[in-house]
């Protein structure tokens, strides 16, 4: 890709995540070129409308979120303690944003970004691991975990201006654990 390309798109991309941070995800195209310092043409061109520039935006930010390479290593841990941890730890240090994606109106690609991030990095671990159980059933398991948590982290985000997503996580996952959430 051109780097003129990839500046603009940087570009877009980051005033995009400024913007909505502030002002929510309803943010205009005129508004986020101008962030950007780029003609609205120039947006058009790289992206082709408002819910792609706000995707990318979203996996841009995500990007940010590697699967530590030590969790590989680790055999102990389950998938999920390895792979949520550092995802919520994200959602929590952008509240702001996260709040405007996934509780605002279309939530949809937001969401859909975040939950196929966390999925990725499960499938990783998954693949170098043999646990003898069926790879469809475990997947659908995962995703049931990976969008019931994301559903619960952006009910805590839209009714808590300050969320511990961190520790509603851990508590979640620690009682999904044990067998349930009784209690």
């Known amino acids: ?20 941070a502030c002002r929510g995800s309803q943010v205009g195209m005129t508004e986020i070129a101008q962030a950007a310092g780029v003609s609205r043409k120039a947006v058009y061109e790289n992206f082709g409308s408002r819910d792609q520039v706000l995707l990318g935006a979203t996996q841009s930010l995500l990007a940010r ?27 929590d240090e952008h509240q702001e944003f996260y709040r ?9 690609l937001a969401r859909g970004a975040v939950a196929e991030h966390a999925m ?13 159980e069926d790879r469809g059933v475990v997947e659908i398991r995962d995703r049931f975990v990976v969008h019931g948590l994301l559903g619960v982290l952006a009910d805590a985000l839209a009714e808590q201006q300050e969320a511990d997503l961190s520790t509603l996580a851990r508590v979640l996952n620690a009682s999904l654990a044990n067998g349930g959430l009784e209690d």
Do not use: F, K
């Not at 890709?1 to 980051?14: G, S």
């Not at 969790?71 to 919520?88: C, F, G, I, K, Y």
């Open 100 to 108: 405007a994606m996934l509780c605002g109106p279309g939530p949809s």
């Open 120 to 132: 990725t990095g499960l499938r990783s671990l998954r693949e170098d691991r043999e646990s003898g």
């Open 1 to 20: 890709m051109d780097r003129r390309i990839e500046r603009t798109r940087a570009a877009v991309v980051e005033a995009a995540v400024e913007l909505v």
């Open 65 to 91: 979120v590697p699967l530590d390479p030590s969790a590989l290593q680790n055999r102990e841990a389950s998938p999920l303690d390895l792979v949520l941890p550092p995802l919520v730890a994200h959602l």
